[in-house]
């Protein structure tokens, strides 16, 4: 907010001091700050007027189509905050019994028969699902005004400033509209009946801004992604806004998607959600069908999979249960609800809380009573990552309710609460001591459909709204989203230093700086010191960033800054995505400090947003049985000590546990589920920033000095195909090692990858993004689309990206056949794009559209919209670039540096290697999870080692000896092994060091041919399920030199013997000499015919000799007696 009193035109330099005015905030931070406030009253606590403080009254509107370049204008405009126009609080926003966010924002929208732009399942907004669609999905249909609440509609008048509007729409009336105004409202209920007010707000209501909500109907046009997963919605149709990239209108239509604030954040969500459940997945096309004999079918539970709920919620809690009104802790009196209590005034001693004078978190608080009429909520003590009337934090805590049991609403309280007290059986004291409750029992969490990774305003704003790009863990094969971890460091909260969770989002802000010999403003977050910065710095406007951001891009076409340019993302229901970090290399980030006026440095904030809700039941929890007991945490998830080049294991790590949740390294999803990833945790990459990493035209490039173009692409890749070329040694290697990585990250059968044409991260991307429709009307198509045979909609075969037969520009290559199919029972396809996938007709097996290429991205295109390549600029005191890191310091560890620069710290691209960061150097994005828990390298190893849990490990331990009789047959016996504990049942998984052909008739004590003689390094895993043993040991292939088994057939005939060879031996080919007992001796080869006529009539004795080709004879006589 402008200071209160500032001059507008900056001492006659108009527009310079002043942007986000009253009205600004009322209509962009006003729609989760849903409090009257601002909205109602200048900071004088009069109604606006041209009276108000020049703070209030000004504000800097954005361009427009009507002002294109921007206006000072004030709030008592037209339509503007004014004495009639203000939105006062809204009680009915908590207190209505329902809330069913989109329904009346799409009744104000008038979706109808006419314009039907509900959900995918229910477009014309009836109520009535659409043919083909689940029927389990929620439909958009109408509902009576004054019944729920609906979020999306509220903030709708406030997008068009008509705050006046806000309650009337936000229980469910419709706006009405002149032109492209918003001119009143239709629908207003005269009453609301007294069975739709709760005095107990419900969670759906707090959902509306705080979490994440799955049983609402799709956004327009989708299904999978929901009005429960944002609380605002800016459609707007091609020709309404003002585009900056083009300084016209926008000629796409754009939807923008406000995302809540705790799920955003926090990840928070209420009922039960979809994620341990199957969704529809093309992998398991049982999931696609209506088939409920094939399974699994979409809905069906996931085996061994975290439950995706909250245990409060489960139970029938509300949110209201735990956050109860400060200065009410006397409502209860024996379970019911206090007479006496009722009969009060509110302002009543019995109905306050005094809250004494006190530094929290270094800012200092006066006496504050709290009286129940306030609606002060118990709050958790959520630090670092507010500082919001902290003089009430711990009001509410997971100690309150389960250990010192201080909540004024259990039973012990007189409230109506009943609360377990955890015994902790078996969990060490010290534990308690040391770790949060919420660090064991909120093990991971479901970020879905996406948490906020960074705000990026490295450009300003985007369509109107924010920069907001998501992270996710999204499973294509069984069609959910999977958990995702989090940072944990150590924090004081309620007076107690210990290790909390936490999930990261990073802001990057332009600033100008000047001298400072003090700590850089914003840096001072407690524990260590931070070192010292010598400059103060001021955020620059977001107005001024766009400004930059233009003029850099008129003058640098090569950048490829989009300011609006948005990527559909067909695989999550057709939603759209900004581009990555837009700013990010050295000469984007000099080039825009280098624009007269503007900035000295980015400056990137990271902050810390606490988790509190998402509690696993207890079997989930770290140490818990679904964990795997203590080892989830006491154990390391990387299988490997040391790695080779090519990135297998060198030799192997001891405190590996397939069980490990990565606590003390952290791990990047998915690359962990390829081996890699293990003690990285990325600040900022998500996915699609990841694939884009793994660029074989980068790694193969004969010019990697200089960034890939598109002829670098074209030389590598076939631009229509997309498939790599062949004969270049580098690029096999690499789409091949990608291709399975990608199988291996994806959970894809073997093959997957390649077959879908993910040969490397770029061409991955070009799969999962294609290109905003002109007009909007369609979400353009999707390459993972499963078959029209077991679509839920008919006719979806549309969607996927292949062209159909009459326009295949590939002579049919990307066609196929479907064969074997019996209905139930599928078939599959032969050839094209989905050789081998399941089929009921030939349809299933080919392209549908008639001209996919212009949707599709080029790798140029996929690569400058997906990748993140954050560079220093300058170095030291002159680098462009800070990112200031900072926890509390490990109590046990004085050694460790708890706060530092990530700006100054880089990396090798090509090799991974970390570097000081100089000018152009690529800064490191990623942290290990103990450079914020602070161990040292002693205390790591033994936190590490499952032994000090006391959780026995396997031994393993084999024996060599090749076989006497067969060459290069090597038997081995790993019965000495030891199974531990001896409950345990253990698997033996043998490594055997090169190829050939195994038998494991016997895991125990298996054989194995090697293909070729020599010495091969075996390893044998020994498992039980939760630790194991490896031994390694050298086993010699050689081969073994067994004589031949003679064998023939001998004709006698007069004067004439014939021997037909039958010979045999391993060691091919075989030689033959016979010696025909006359002094005579004929040669030949094995499996040949040596005839002999004799002269003379007699008796003879003729001795055969085989020979194998390691020179090992076998020889046989016969006598024969011949007669004219």
Same mark, same amino acid.
């Given at each position: 907010?402008?200071?209160?009193?500032?001059?507008?035109?900056?001492?006659?330099?108009?527009?310079?001091?002043?942007?986000?005015?009253?009205?600004?905030?009322?209509?962009?931070?006003?729609?989760?700050?849903?409090?009257?406030?601002?909205?109602?009253?200048?900071?004088?606590?009069?109604?606006?007027?041209?009276?108000?403080?020049?703070?209030?009254?000004?504000?800097?509107?954005?361009?427009?189509?009507?002002?294109?370049?921007?206006?000072?204008?004030?709030?008592?405009?037209?339509?503007?905050?004014?004495?009639?126009?203000?939105?006062?609080?809204?009680?009915?926003?908590?207190?209505?019994?329902?809330?069913?966010?989109?329904?009346?924002?799409?009744?104000?929208?008038?979706?109808?028969?006419?314009?039907?732009?509900?959900?995918?399942?229910?477009? /014309?907004?009836?109520?009535?699902?659409?043919?083909?669609?689940?029927?389990?999905?929620?439909?958009?249909?109408?509902?009576?005004?004054?019944?729920?609440?609906?979020?999306?509609?509220?903030?709708?008048?406030?997008? @068009?400033?008509?705050?006046?509007?806000?309650?009337?729409?936000?229980?469910?009336?419709?706006?009405?509209?002149?032109?492209?105004?918003?001119?009143?409202?239709?629908?207003?209920?005269?009453?609301?009946?007294?069975?739709?007010?709760?005095?107990?707000?419900?969670?759906?209501?707090?959902?509306?801004?705080?979490?994440?909500?799955?049983?609402?109907?799709?956004?327009?046009?989708?299904?999978?992604?929901?009005?429960?997963?944002?609380?605002?919605?800016?459609?707007?149709?091609?020709?309404?806004?003002?585009?900056?990239?083009?300084?016209?209108?926008?000629?796409?239509?754009?939807?923008?998607?406000?995302?809540?604030?705790?799920?955003?954040?926090?990840?928070?969500?209420?009922?039960?959600?979809?994620?341990?459940?199957?969704?529809?997945?093309?992998?398991?096309?049982?999931?696609?069908?209506?088939?409920?004999?094939?399974?699994?079918?979409?809905?069906?539970?996931?085996?061994?999979?975290?439950?995706?709920?909250?245990?409060?919620?489960?139970?029938?809690?509300?949110?209201?249960?735990?956050?109860?009104?400060?200065?009410?802790?006397?409502?209860?009196?024996?379970?019911?609800?206090?007479?006496?209590?009722?009969?009060?005034?509110?302002?009543?001693?019995? /109905?306050?809380?005094?809250?004494?004078?006190?530094?929290?978190?270094?800012?200092?608080?006066?006496?504050?009573?709290?009286?129940?009429?306030?609606?002060?909520?118990?709050?958790?003590?959520?630090?670092?990552?507010?500082?919001?009337?902290?003089?009430?934090?711990?009001?509410?805590?997971?100690?309150?309710?389960?250990?010192?049991?201080?909540?004024?609403?259990?039973?012990?309280?007189?409230?109506?609460?009943?609360?377990?007290?955890?015994?902790?059986?078996?969990?060490?004291?010290?534990?308690?001591?040391?770790?949060?409750?919420?660090?064991?029992?909120?093990?991971?969490?479901?970020?879905?459909?996406?948490?906020?990774?960074?705000?990026?305003?490295?450009?300003?704003?985007?369509?109107?709204?924010?920069?907001?790009?998501?992270?996710?863990?999204?499973?294509?094969?069984?069609?959910?989203?999977?958990?995702?971890?989090?940072?944990?460091?150590?924090?004081?909260?309620?007076?107690?230093?210990?290790?909390?969770?936490?999930?990261?989002?990073?802001?990057?802000?332009?600033?100008?700086?000047?001298? @400072?010999?003090?700590?850089?403003?914003?840096?001072?977050?407690?524990?260590?010191?931070?070192?010292?910065?010598?400059?103060?710095?001021?955020?620059?406007?977001?107005?001024?960033?766009?400004?930059?951001?233009? $003029?850099?891009?008129?003058?640098?076409?090569?950048?490829?800054?989009?300011?609006?340019?948005?990527?559909? $993302?067909?695989?999550?229901?057709?939603?759209?995505?900004?581009?990555?970090?837009?700013?990010?290399?050295?000469?984007?980030?000099?080039?825009?400090?280098?624009?007269?006026?503007?900035?000295?440095?980015?400056?990137?904030?990271?902050?810390?947003?606490?988790?509190?809700?998402?509690?696993?039941?207890?079997?989930?929890?770290?140490?818990?049985?679904?964990?795997?007991?203590?080892?989830?945490?006491?154990?390391?998830?990387?299988?490997?000590?040391?790695?080779?080049?090519?990135?297998?294991?060198?030799?192997?790590?001891?405190?590996?546990?397939?069980?490990?949740?990565?606590?003390?390294?952290?791990?990047?999803?998915?690359? @962990?589920?390829?081996?890699?990833?293990?003690?990285?945790?990325?600040?900022?990459?998500?996915?699609?920033?990841?694939?884009?990493?793994?660029?074989?035209?980068?790694?193969?490039?004969?010019?990697?000095?200089?960034?890939?173009?598109?002829?670098?692409?074209?030389?590598?890749?076939?631009?229509?195909?997309?498939?790599?070329?062949?004969?270049?040694?580098?690029?096999?290697?690499?789409?091949?090692?990608?291709?399975?990585?990608?199988?291996?990250?994806?959970?894809?059968?073997?093959?997957?990858?390649?077959?879908?044409?993910?040969?490397?991260?770029?061409?991955?991307?070009?799969?999962?993004?294609?290109?905003?429709?002109?007009?909007?009307?369609?979400?353009?198509?999707?390459?993972?689309?499963?078959?029209?045979?077991?679509?839920?909609?008919?006719?979806?075969?549309? @969607?996927?990206?292949?062209?159909?037969?009459?326009?295949?520009?590939?002579?049919?290559?990307?066609?196929?056949?479907?064969?074997?199919?019996?209905?139930?029972?599928?078939?599959?396809?032969?050839?094209?794009?989905?050789?081998?996938?399941?089929?009921?007709?030939?349809?299933?097996?080919?392209?549908?559209?008639?001209?996919?290429?212009?949707?599709?991205?080029?790798?140029?295109?996929?690569?400058?919209?997906?990748?993140? *390549?954050?560079?220093?600029?300058?170095?030291?005191?002159?680098?462009?670039?800070?990112?200031?890191?900072?926890?509390?310091?490990?109590?046990?560890?004085?050694?460790?540096?708890?706060?530092?620069?990530?700006?100054?710290?880089?990396?090798?691209?090509?090799?991974?290697?970390?570097?000081?960061?100089?000018?152009?150097?690529? $800064?490191?994005?990623?942290?290990?999870?103990?450079?914020?828990?602070?161990?040292?390298?002693?205390?790591?190893?033994?936190?590490?080692?499952?032994?000090?849990?006391?959780?026995?490990?396997?031994?393993?331990?084999?024996?060599?000896?090749?076989?006497?009789?067969?060459?290069?047959?090597?038997?081995?016996?790993?019965? *000495?092994?030891?199974?531990?504990?001896?409950?345990?049942?253990?698997?033996?998984?043998?490594?055997?060091?090169?190829?050939?052909?195994?038998?494991?008739?016997?895991?125990?004590?298996?054989?194995?041919?090697?293909?070729?003689?020599?010495?091969?390094?075996?390893?044998?895993?020994?498992?039980?399920?939760?630790?194991?043993?490896?031994?390694?040991?050298?086993?010699?292939?050689?081969?073994?030199?067994?004589?031949?088994?003679?064998?023939?057939?001998?004709?006698?005939?007069?004067?004439?013997?014939?021997?037909?060879?039958?010979?045999?031996?391993?060691?091919?080919?075989?030689?033959?000499?016979?010696?025909?007992?006359?002094?005579?001796?004929?040669?030949?080869?094995?499996?040949?015919?040596?005839?002999?006529?004799?002269?003379? *009539?007699?008796?003879?004795?003729?001795?055969?000799?085989?020979?194998?080709?390691?020179?090992?004879?076998?020889?046989?006589?016969?006598?024969?007696?011949?007669?004219?």
């Amino acid at each position: 907010m402008a200071a209160k009193n500032i001059d507008p035109l900056n001492n006659g330099v108009a527009l310079q001091s002043i942007e986000t005015g009253a009205q600004d905030w009322a209509v962009t931070c006003g729609v989760c700050h849903v409090g009257g406030g601002q909205m109602e009253y200048d900071r004088d606590q009069n109604n606006y007027s041209a009276s108000s403080p020049t703070g209030d009254r000004y504000y800097f509107e954005m361009p427009s189509l009507a002002f294109p370049g921007g206006r000072l204008t004030t709030v008592d405009a037209t339509a503007g905050l004014s004495a009639t126009n203000k939105a006062e609080l809204d009680c009915l926003l908590c207190h209505l019994a329902d809330s069913k966010n989109g329904q009346a924002f799409l009744k104000s929208m008038g979706c109808g028969p006419a314009n039907p732009m509900g959900p995918s399942n229910d477009k /014309n907004c009836d109520g009535v699902t659409d043919p083909g669609y689940p029927p389990t999905v929620p439909t958009a249909g109408p509902y009576a005004a004054g019944t729920a609440y609906d979020m999306y509609n509220r903030n709708l008048a406030l997008k @068009n400033k008509r705050f006046d509007f806000a309650a009337s729409l936000g229980i469910g009336a419709a706006a009405t509209w002149t032109g492209s105004a918003m001119t009143g409202v239709a629908g207003v209920p005269t009453q609301i009946a007294e069975g739709q007010i709760n005095a107990l707000p419900n969670s759906k209501n707090c959902s509306v801004c705080h979490a994440r909500d799955d049983s609402t109907p799709g956004l327009p046009g989708m299904m999978a992604m929901k009005y429960g997963y944002g609380n605002f919605a800016l459609i707007s149709p091609p020709g309404t806004q003002y585009d900056d990239d083009t300084n016209a209108a926008n000629d796409k239509l754009w939807f923008e998607l406000g995302c809540k604030t705790g799920m955003g954040k926090r990840a928070h969500k209420i009922g039960a959600g979809p994620n341990d459940k199957y969704g529809m997945s093309m992998f398991l096309a049982s999931t696609l069908d209506a088939d409920p004999l094939t399974v699994p079918n979409a809905g069906d539970p996931i085996a061994n999979k975290m439950p995706d709920a909250d245990v409060h919620d489960v139970k029938g809690m509300q949110c209201a249960s735990c956050h109860y009104t400060l200065g009410s802790e006397k409502k209860y009196t024996g379970g019911v609800r206090n007479p006496v209590y009722n009969a009060q005034a509110d302002q009543d001693a019995t /109905n306050s809380k005094l809250f004494p004078a006190a530094d929290h978190h270094g800012l200092p608080y006066p006496d504050e009573t709290v009286w129940a009429i306030d609606h002060q909520f118990a709050q958790a003590d959520s630090y670092p990552d507010t500082k919001s009337k902290n003089n009430l934090d711990g009001t509410v805590s997971c100690e309150s309710c389960h250990t010192t049991r201080t909540h004024p609403r259990l039973t012990d309280n007189g409230g109506p609460l009943v609360s377990p007290t955890p015994a902790h059986a078996g969990f060490p004291s010290f534990h308690i001591q040391k770790i949060a409750c919420a660090t064991c029992h909120i093990p991971e969490i479901y970020a879905a459909p996406g948490r906020l990774k960074y705000r990026d305003w490295s450009v300003g704003q985007y369509k109107g709204g924010f920069r907001n790009m998501l992270d996710w863990n999204y499973d294509l094969v069984t069609g959910s989203h999977k958990t995702m971890p989090m940072l944990h460091a150590w924090l004081t909260k309620d007076h107690e230093q210990k290790i909390y969770p936490f999930l990261p989002s990073v802001m990057p802000i332009w600033v100008k700086a000047s001298p @400072n010999s003090g700590i850089e403003a914003g840096s001072e977050i407690a524990g260590g010191t931070y070192p010292v910065d010598p400059i103060l710095v001021a955020p620059v406007k977001a107005r001024d960033n766009i400004t930059a951001a233009k $003029i850099v891009a008129a003058a640098n076409p090569g950048f490829d800054i989009r300011l609006n340019g948005g990527n559909i $993302i067909p695989l999550f229901d057709g939603f759209s995505l900004s581009d990555s970090w837009e700013i990010d290399t050295k000469a984007e980030i000099d080039a825009m400090v280098g624009v007269t006026g503007f900035a000295t440095k980015l400056k990137l904030f990271n902050t810390m947003f606490d988790v509190t809700h998402g509690v696993a039941p207890k079997a989930w929890a770290l140490g818990g049985s679904m964990q795997g007991g203590c080892v989830s945490c006491h154990s390391s998830a990387d299988p490997c000590a040391t790695r080779n080049p090519d990135g297998s294991c060198a030799s192997h790590n001891q405190n590996y546990s397939p069980r490990s949740t990565a606590f003390f390294e952290s791990y990047q999803q998915p690359l @962990n589920k390829a081996g890699m990833g293990i003690g990285q945790y990325d600040l900022i990459k998500n996915w699609f920033a990841l694939f884009a990493d793994y660029d074989c035209t980068a790694m193969c490039d004969p010019t990697p000095a200089t960034p890939p173009t598109d002829a670098d692409d074209q030389a590598l890749f076939n631009p229509l195909t997309g498939a790599p070329v062949t004969g270049n040694a580098c690029l096999t290697q690499c789409t091949t090692q990608m291709a399975a990585g990608f199988d291996a990250m994806m959970g894809f059968p073997q093959g997957t990858a390649m077959q879908m044409g993910m040969f490397d991260g770029i061409a991955g991307l070009q799969g999962f993004a294609i290109r905003e429709t002109v007009d909007g009307t369609t979400k353009g198509c999707n390459p993972f689309a499963g078959p029209v045979s077991f679509s839920p909609v008919p006719g979806q075969s549309v @969607n996927n990206c292949i062209p159909n037969p009459a326009n295949d520009p590939y002579g049919g290559m990307m066609q196929g056949v479907c064969t074997g199919a019996a209905p139930p029972v599928p078939g599959a396809c032969t050839g094209g794009f989905r050789n081998g996938g399941p089929c009921m007709v030939t349809a299933d097996c080919e392209g549908a559209l008639a001209n996919p290429m212009p949707l599709l991205y080029s790798r140029g295109e996929a690569r400058s919209h997906f990748k993140i *390549a954050l560079q220093q600029s300058g170095s030291g005191a002159a680098a462009k670039v800070t990112w200031p890191i900072s926890v509390e310091k490990n109590p046990s560890n004085a050694a460790h540096v708890a706060s530092w620069d990530q700006g100054t710290k880089c990396y090798n691209p090509m090799t991974g290697a970390p570097l000081d960061c100089v000018d152009g150097g690529y $800064i490191k994005t990623t942290v290990h999870a103990n450079d914020l828990l602070g161990y040292s390298a002693l205390q790591l190893a033994t936190l590490m080692s499952p032994g000090t849990a006391g959780v026995e490990s396997p031994t393993a331990y084999f024996t060599v000896k090749s076989d006497a009789t067969v060459s290069r047959k090597v038997n081995f016996d790993g019965s *000495a092994s030891l199974c531990q504990p001896s409950t345990a049942t253990c698997t033996y998984t043998w490594d055997f060091g090169g190829a050939g052909t195994p038998d494991m008739t016997s895991s125990v004590k298996p054989t194995f041919v090697y293909d070729a003689a020599g010495t091969y390094t075996v390893k044998l895993m020994v498992s039980n399920g939760v630790t194991m043993g490896v031994h390694t040991a050298n086993a010699m292939a050689s081969t073994v030199n067994t004589i031949p088994v003679v064998n023939y057939t001998m004709t006698v005939a007069g004067m004439t013997v014939a021997f037909v060879d039958s010979s045999t031996d391993v060691d091919v080919p075989l030689r033959v000499k016979i010696i025909w007992g006359d002094g005579s001796a004929t040669s030949g080869v094995g499996g040949g015919t040596l005839t002999k006529i004799y002269k003379y *009539a007699g008796k003879y004795t003729i001795n055969y000799t085989v020979t194998d080709f390691t020179g090992a004879k076998a020889v046989k006589s016969e006598t024969v007696t011949l007669t004219p």
